[in-house]
């Protein structure tokens, strides 16, 4: 069982920076791959960013590569988005997930994943 909190939300100008995280409860937090999503008002979950257990290993989707960058620090039961050059478009609720394997085929669809946190908002104003 994993627990996941979610943190570093917030208002923002675009073109400006936050740094999401996701803290797991658990001594195996090292064993599961991560997985960022978004979801806006009226729109259905949308893929972010997933990494590796060890990290090694990163996939991100096209709108936000270049721009955000997933990571953890197993040590510390945590996972990090962090996002820059932000766009209003960018605006919604992120949650993280949690699942055994890291495939890439996969990994963009949030059906695959065994845990989610509760989500935090993050507002890009224009």
């Known amino acids: 069982q994993v627990q996941l909190v979610e943190s570093g939300g917030g208002l923002v100008q675009a073109g400006g920076s936050l740094r999401l995280s996701c803290a797991a409860s658990g001594r195996t937090f090292n064993t599961y791959a991560m997985g960022w999503f978004r979801q806006a008002p009226g729109k259905e979950r949308e893929f972010v960013a997933a990494l590796s257990w060890s990290g090694t290993r990163t996939y991100a989707a096209d709108s936000v590569k270049g721009r955000f960058t997933i990571s953890r620090d197993n040590a510390k039961n945590t996972a990090y988005l962090q996002m820059n050059s932000l766009r209003p478009e960018d605006t919604a609720v992120y949650y993280c997930?949690?699942?055994?394997?890291?495939?890439?085929?996969?990994?963009?669809?949030?059906?695959?994943?065994?845990?989610w946190g509760q989500g935090t908002q993050v507002t890009v104003s224009s």
């Open positions: 997930a949690a699942r055994k394997t890291f495939t890439i085929t996969t990994m963009t669809s949030p059906d695959s994943y065994d845990y």
